[in-house]
C-alpha cells in the first residue's frame, strides 16, 4: 500500500506531466528531429515531419550547428534536445570525433536557447573538472540526455561512463543536475542505472498514465532495446542509487537488425507514444508505437539517404512559429507544393472524367466537385480511383457488342516481337504480350504495329493494356489523328486483374499479388458518322536514354449502333458537324480546350468535358 506522501507525490507528478504536455500541445503542429548525420559529418542537423516518421531536412540539408564552435573535439554526437519547463529549450551532447576512436570521448557539451537557432554553450571537461578523482579517468561520456525531476525542482543530466581505471568496469548511467545557468554540472556523478553489462544510450520520458518514468536503454554487446520504469527519478532517501527502477523488460526492437540510440516521444494526439532506434548497418530508422508504453507495434522504416542521414537524435513536437524561426521558408514551399500536387491531381480527375463521360458515366458529381474552394489530396485520389473503375462498367454496360474478331494478326511491323510471355499482366505467363525488339542497349528506338480496319457507323472504343519503362518512353495507342499514351510506371504499380478489372491497392509491390507488373488499360474512344477505314496504332519511342522498354498487350475494339455516352466527342473542329465551340466564359475557340467546352452541333448545344 502506498503511503499518504507516496500518493502526494505521485498526484504532483501527474499534474506536473499534464501540464507540461497540455502547455502549447493545441498550437504544435510537427516534429523537429535533431541528429547527426555520421562520423564523417558530426555536427547538428535539423530535419521536419509531418506525421512524425516521414522527414524532409530544414535549410535544405545545410548543417545548423557546427560542432567547431561548440566542443572540444570540434565533433558533437547524439544531440538530445528537451523543450523546458521555463519556455527555454536545453540540448546536451557526446564531446567527441569518432576519427578519433570510440574511448576518445572526455565531456560534454551543454546548450540552451529560447529560439532553435540561437543557442549558448559550455563544454564540461571531465578530466578538469573531477582532478584527483576516478572521474578524470573517463574514456566515455556517451550519449548524454536531460529530464526535468520536479521532486528537485533541477534539470537532470544522465550519461553513460566508463573509465581506465577499472572503478568503472563497463558503461555505467550516472547523473548529475544541471546548475542553475545550464552551463556546468553540480557536484560529482551519481550511479543512475546500469543492468550489469554495458549499458548505453539511456531515454527517459515520463507517462502521466501510469505515473512512471520509462527509461529506455541499449544493452551494448549484447543489442537489442530494453526498459525500465520507476516512480521517481532518484532513489528513496536511504536507498541505493539505481534501486528505484524496475527490472528490465524484454527487447523492444520490432527487428532482427543491430540497432542503437533509442528515442521515445508523444505524438501531438497525446495519446500515441514513438519509440524509433537507428538501424545503423541497415540503412533506415524504424519507428514504432505504443498506447501504453508497454507493447509496441511496428509502424515503419524510414530509410536514410541523399540529405537525410540521421544518426542517434532526438524528436520533440514544435510550432509553427519556431519553425518558421529555424526556416523562414519552409512553409511556404511547403504549401506551394501541396497546391501544385493538388492541381495536378484535379487535372488527373478531369482527365479521366473526360475519357469516363466519353464512355458514358455521369460525371456530374465530380464536376460539382470541382468547383470547391478547399478539396483535400486524398479525397481527388479516391475520385480518381473510383472514376477509372467506373470506366471499367461503363463499357461493359454501353458498348454492347464485341468487334475485336475485326482486329486481326496482320499487323504491319516495325521492330516489334511477340514472343514476349514472362510478366504478362494474367500471372500465368502463358499469354502473349509485345514489345520492341530492339532497344535495350540503344539510347534511341521506335517501335510500331499497324493496320487499318474497315468499320460499319457507329460508336467505338479501342482498348489496350499496356505499360512503358518510364517517360523517357512515348508509347501510344491511336485511331487515325486520335491518340492516349500508355503508363510509364515500369514493371511496378497498379495494374490489372485477371478478369479485367482494376487492382489499385498500391501496398504491394506488384498489384493484383504479383500479376499486376505495371500493367494498366488505356481506352480511345471514337465516333463514325458513317462506314469508314480507319488505321489503328500501337508505337513507342525512345530518345537519349537507354535500358528503356514498353510492352502492349490484349487488344479490343467495343462497338454500340447508339450513343452510349451522354455527349458527342468533339475532337477538331473538322467540319463533322461542330459548327462552334465555346469556352465556359463565353470566349470562341477554334478548337476545344481541356476542361468544360460549349459544343454547337447541327443545331444543338452540348457541354463537354475534355482532357
Known amino acids: 500500500m502506498r503511503t499518504s506522501s507516496e500518493l502526494f507525490l505521485s498526484l504532483f507528478l501527474m499534474m506536473w506531466a499534464g501540464f507540461n504536455i497540455s502547455a502549447l500541445a493545441e498550437d504544435y503542429t510537427r516534429y523537429l528531429f535533431v541528429y547527426f548525420p555520421s562520423n564523417q559529418n558530426e555536427h547538428i542537423y535539423y530535419a521536419?515531419?509531418?506525421?512524425?516518421?516521414?522527414?524532409?531536412?530544414?535549410?535544405?540539408?545545410?548543417?545548423?550547428?557546427?560542432?567547431?564552435?561548440?566542443?572540444?573535439?570540434?565533433?558533437?554526437?547524439?544531440?538530445?534536445?528537451?523543450?523546458?519547463?521555463?519556455?527555454?529549450?536545453?540540448?546536451?551532447?557526446?564531446?567527441?570525433?569518432?576519427?578519433?576512436?570510440w574511448e576518445s570521448n572526455r565531456g560534454l557539451v551543454m546548450m540552451k536557447s529560447q529560439d532553435l537557432v540561437n543557442w549558448t554553450h559550455s563544454t564540461v571537461h571531465f578530466p578538469d573538472k573531477y582532478k584527483d578523482k576516478n572521474f578524470a579517468n573517463v574514456i566515455r561520456v556517451w550519449a548524454p540526455e536531460t529530464i526535468y525531476d520536479p521532486v528537485a525542482g533541477k534539470y537532470m543530466v544522465y550519461f553513460s561512463l566508463l573509465t581506465n581505471d577499472g572503478s568503472i568496469p563497463y558503461d555505467k548511467v550516472f547523473y548529475c543536475y544541471a546548475n542553475e545557468d545550464f552551463t556546468d554540472l553540480e557536484g560529482d556523478p551519481i550511479h543512475f542505472f546500469d543492468r550489469g553489462k554495458s549499458t548505453i544510450d539511456?531515454?527517459?520520458?515520463?507517462?502521466?498514465?501510469?505515473?512512471?518514468?520509462?527509461?529506455?536503454?541499449?544493452?551494448?554487446?549484447?543489442?537489442g532495446i530494453c526498459q525500465v520504469t520507476a516512480q521517481t527519478l532518484t532513489a528513496p532517501a536511504g536507498q541505493e542509487p539505481g534501486s528505484q527502477w524496475s527490472a528490465p523488460s524484454g527487447a523492444l526492437q520490432q527487428t532482427t537488425e543491430a540497432v542503437e540510440g533509442a528515442g521515445v516521444f508523444q505524438l501531438i494526439d497525446g495519446e500515441t507514444w514513438v519509440l524509433m532506434y537507428d538501424c545503423y548497418m541497415n540503412g533506415h530508422y524504424q519507428f514504432c508505437t505504443s498506447t501504453d508504453l508497454s507493447t509496441f507495434t511496428f509502424k515503419q522504416n524510414t530509410e536514410t539517404k541523399g540529405m537525410f542521414t540521421p544518426r542517434h537524435g532526438t524528436v520533440i513536437p514544435i510550432t509553427d512559429a519556431e519553425l518558421n524561426t529555424i526556416d523562414p521558408d519552409y512553409i511556404r514551399k511547403q504549401e506551394e507544393a501541396r497546391q501544385q500536387e493538388l492541381q495536378q491531381l484535379k487535372d488527373q480527375l478531369s482527365e479521366e472524367a473526360a475519357r469516363a463521360q466519353l464512355m458514358g458515366v455521369d460525371i456530374t458529381d465530380i464536376e460539382e466537385f470541382l468547383q470547391q474552394?478547399?478539396?483535400?489530396?486524398?479525397?481527388?485520389?479516391?475520385?480518381?480511383?473510383?472514376?477509372?473503375?467506373?470506366?471499367?462498367n461503363a463499357l461493359a454496360a454501353n458498348y454492347n457488342e464485341d468487334k475485336s474478331n475485326l482486329i486481326t494478326n496482320n499487323w504491319q511491323l516495325n521492330n516489334q516481337r511477340s514472343d514476349m510471355k514472362g510478366q504478362h499482366w494474367d500471372g500465368t505467363g502463358t499469354s502473349t504480350y509485345y514489345e520492341q525488339n530492339n532497344g535495350w542497349g540503344s539510347n534511341a528506338w521506335e517501335?510500331?504495329?499497324?493496320?487499318?480496319?474497315?468499320?460499319?457507323?457507329?460508336?467505338?472504343?479501342?482498348?489496350?493494356s499496356g505499360r512503358s519503362a518510364s517517360d523517357a518512353v512515348v508509347a501510344t495507342m491511336s485511331v487515325d489523328d486520335q491518340s492516349v499514351r500508355f503508363p510509364t510506371k515500369g514493371d511496378v504499380g497498379y495494374g490489372i486483374t485477371t478478369d479485367g478489372t482494376a487492382s489499385f491497392d498500391a501496398s504491394k509491390t506488384y498489384a493484383n499479388n504479383g500479376t499486376g507488373r505495371g500493367w494498366e488499360w488505356r481506352y480511345l474512344p471514337f465516333q463514325l458518322e458513317e462506314d469508314a477505314t480507319v488505321t489503328i496504332k500501337l508505337a513507342g519511342s525512345v530518345k537519349g536514354a537507354v535500358h528503356q522498354w514498353m510492352s502492349i498487350s490484349n487488344v479490343s475494339l467495343s462497338y454500340s449502333t447508339t450513343n452510349p455516352a451522354s455527349v458527342k466527342t468533339p475532337t477538331t473542329n473538322d467540319g463533322k458537324g461542330i459548327t462552334e465551340i465555346f469556352s465556359v466564359s463565353g470566349?470562341?475557340?477554334?478548337?476545344?480546350?481541356?476542361?468544360?467546352?460549349?459544343?454547337?452541333?447541327?443545331?444543338n448545344t452540348e457541354k463537354v468535358m475534355l482532357r
Open 48 to 101: 521536419v515531419s509531418d506525421n512524425g516518421y516521414d522527414y524532409t531536412p530544414l535549410r535544405e540539408g545545410a548543417c545548423i550547428i557546427s560542432a567547431d564552435t561548440i566542443s572540444i573535439k570540434h565533433g558533437v554526437r547524439d544531440p538530445h534536445i528537451l523543450r523546458g519547463e521555463d519556455g527555454w529549450f536545453y540540448m546536451v551532447l557526446t564531446d567527441m570525433r569518432s576519427a578519433e576512436g
Open 587 to 603: 470566349q470562341q475557340l477554334s478548337q476545344p480546350q481541356r476542361g468544360l467546352n460549349i459544343v454547337k452541333r447541327k443545331g
Open 202 to 223: 539511456m531515454d527517459i520520458v515520463y507517462n502521466e498514465n501510469d505515473g512512471l518514468y520509462h527509461g529506455f536503454y541499449k544493452n551494448e554487446g549484447d543489442g
Open 373 to 392: 474552394e478547399e478539396i483535400a489530396k486524398e479525397d481527388l485520389q479516391a475520385q480518381i480511383q473510383a472514376l477509372n473503375v467506373s470506366q471499367f
Open 447 to 464: 517501335m510500331s504495329m499497324t493496320q487499318s480496319l474497315s468499320l460499319p457507323a457507329g460508336y467505338y472504343v479501342l482498348k489496350a
